[in-house]
């Protein structure tokens, strides 16, 4: 089975602070995506990469930036928190690089943050 | 550009009843298609996805769905739903780029 794991559920951060989200996924994915979910807006995509030290911007990457030094890890840094950051972050992996599709995307559990 | 949309975004039901989740989707290319589950407090879980051949898929957990090509619709249903089908459902497109545009969402209440 495909584990995608996300270093935090929940976590409090407050306004201005560098908040650090990590996400590990263990089935040699190519691919890996970082979304926020929230009401009623489903999941938009912060960014986006599809090999090491690669990223490209997805749909909403104002105020957030990414990191991916290793396969296995995708890393998503809001550089100051601010009050409308408060959402619920999912990281996803699949399989294959650019240019094939029908991939499936597998999700962590997602982290939950709140900027006070 | 890719567009899904769910029309419903909330879908109470009686438990054993019959239950249908309206996607539809624009492209004006070749997409695949993808239903996903998120029980409260978790991420989200592949339920069936639509890739070519037979227009009728059966996913995990009993449910089932209908590409319709002419229609632009890909509606999910299950003949009779349980109180652990509680939970928000999510149909996806993917696109030739291997991104994912999702609908904003259905969440399913099962009434006991």
């Known amino acids: 089975d495909v584990k995608v794991t996300q270093s935090s559920r929940y976590l409090v951060k407050r306004t201005g602070e560098k908040v650090f989200l990590e996400c590990v996924q263990d089935?040699?994915?190519?691919?890996m995506f970082w979304y926020r979910q929230d009401p009623g807006l489903g999941l938009r995509l912060i960014y986006f990469?599809?090999?090491?030290?690669?990223?490209e911007k997805g749909d909403i990457p104002e105020g957030y930036s990414v990191s991916r030094e290793k396969k296995e890890r995708f890393s998503l840094i809001l550089e100051s928190a601010s009050t409308n950051q408060t959402s619920m972050y999912l990281c996803?992996?699949?399989?294959?690089?650019?240019?094939?599709?029908?991939?499936?995307?597998?999700f962590g559990p997602g982290t939950r943050l709140l900027v006070l | 550009a890719q567009s899904v949309t769910q029309l419903d975004s909330q879908v109470p039901v009686f438990e054993e009843a019959p239950v249908e989740l309206r996607c539809n989707y624009s492209?004006?290319?070749?997409?695949?298609l993808f239903w996903y589950v998120q029980y409260p407090n978790q991420g989200l879980q592949l339920l069936l996805k639509?890739?070519?051949?037979?227009?009728l898929v059966k996913g995990i957990n009993g449910f089932e769905a209908e590409f319709n090509k002419s229609q632009t619709s890909f509606h999910l249903r299950k003949p009779s739903v349980h109180i652990s089908d509680t939970a928000e459902y999510f149909c996806?497109?993917?696109?030739?780029?291997?991104?994912?545009?999702f609908g904003t969402g259905t969440s399913l209440t099962v009434i006991p």
């Open positions: 990469s599809y090999d090491v030290k690669m990223k």
């Open positions: 996806a497109v993917s696109d030739p780029g291997n991104q994912f545009y």
């Open positions: 996803a992996s699949s399989s294959r690089g650019r240019g094939s599709f029908g991939e499936t995307q597998y």
């Open positions: 492209s004006s290319v070749s997409v695949y």
């Open positions: 639509y890739l070519s051949g037979s227009t």
């Open positions: 089935m040699d994915h190519e691919n």
